[in-house]
């Protein structure tokens, strides 16, 4: 890497940690090209060659987001045995990075936003890699036996359709009651594709 493409990849790395601590304060909707621009100390050209718009920066800390999930997920997966473990496993994470992570609130108002089309598509990219990442664990725990032989894809879009209303009917709950209302959704999910007439679900 040459001297100009070292400034250039130290800027963009300030407009990163600019925006996701803005974000985090004042939301995303609160938070203006004008306000990066002023943190970093970089000009709007410049913000606007690293990143088209306001919504593309922030698609970019949702992929930091969940490249950082999955992450944390890697490091625990192997502690789970089965399928369903993996399953109860899951909400745990996601409820403890759902309730301490500091762009949530930014994340539903950006949700709740009009977009792009092109930002409609990078969002729809984002939800396959979910879609995908689900499945692969259902069928792995197809392939097991745990659960009925089925389609993998549909379960996986019912599991994701489940997850992320959840994360959304929650938001003010104590985090004890979140918890719990994820298990029960999963007792809930893990009954209906179960091989079997009871469902194996820990605890």
């Known amino acids: 890497m040459n001297k100009k ?25 609160a938070t203006s090209i004008e306000d990066i621009v002023a943190a970093t100390g970089t000009s709007k050209g410049n913000l606007y060659y690293h990143f088209k718009s306001k919504e593309g920066l922030f698609l970019f ?3 930091e ?20 473990e993996k399953l109860f496993g899951l909400a745990e994470v996601l409820v403890h990075d759902d ?16 977009k792009t089309s092109e930002i409609e598509e990078r969002i729809t990219g984002m939800v396959e890699r979910h879609l995908e990442w689900n499945r692969r664990l259902i069928q792995e725990g197809i392939d097991r036996g745990e659960y009925r ?39 809930v999910f893990l009954y209906g594709i179960s091989a079997v007439t009871t469902s194996h679900t820990p605890g």
Not at 70 to 83: L, P
């Open 5 to 29: 493409q070292l400034q250039s990849e130290q800027t963009r790395k300030r407009i990163v940690d600019a925006a996701r601590t803005l974000f985090a304060q004042k939301g995303y909707k």
């Open 61 to 63: 800390l949702l992929d």
């Open 65 to 84: 987001w969940d490249r950082e999930w999955e992450e944390k997920w890697e490091a625990r997966e192997s502690q789970f045995k089965t399928s369903s």
């Open 99 to 114: 309730l301490n992570h500091p762009l949530t609130k930014a994340a539903d108002e950006f949700f709740n936003e009009e």
């Open 149 to 187: 032989a089925e389609q993998a894809d549909e379960y996986a879009v019912v599991l994701e359709s489940l997850l992320f209303g959840l994360s959304h009917m929650s938001r003010n709950r104590k985090p004890e009651a979140v918890l719990e209302l994820y298990h029960q959704a999963m007792k």
